[in-house]
């Protein structure tokens, strides 16, 4: 079956860097596409940022310039790289797969990893 793994969340100070990884196994990773969204308490889940193929990336407004999405289809990995990183971006942040196509409303989910960011 389908499984992503994230990795490399944890605490940090405002204006400091984090990668995250997700490593995805049981699909053909690169013919989907690959997201990262996050969910702060209280919130509803949003999209932070997506990369179809190799170059296809999109961003929320929030974070343009700030966060970087990547992959590397070797790995089965994406990447998500945060720069300047605020109190507001303290979330659980999930790694999605969509099927070739579809929305992420149809995306298979990891199990999220908890980035906090203290002022």
């Known amino acids: 079956q389908v499984q992503l793994v994230e990795s490399g969340g944890g605490l940090v100070q405002a204006g400091d860097s984090l990668g995250l990884s997700c490593v995805g196994s049981g699909l053909p990773f690169s013919t989907y596409a690959m997201g990262w969204f996050r969910q702060a308490p209280g919130k509803e889940r949003e999209f932070v940022a997506g990369i179809r193929w190799i170059s296809d990336r999109t961003y929320a407004d929030s974070v343009k310039g700030r966060f970087t999405i990547s992959r590397d289809n070797a790995k089965n990995t994406v990447y998500l790289r945060m720069n300047s990183l605020k109190p507001e971006d303290t979330a659980v942040y999930y790694c999605?797969?969509?099927?070739?196509?579809?929305?992420?409303?149809?995306?298979?989910w990891g199990q999220g990893t908890q980035v906090t960011v203290s002022s």
């Open positions: 999605a797969a969509a099927p070739p196509g579809s929305a992420w409303e149809h995306a298979y």
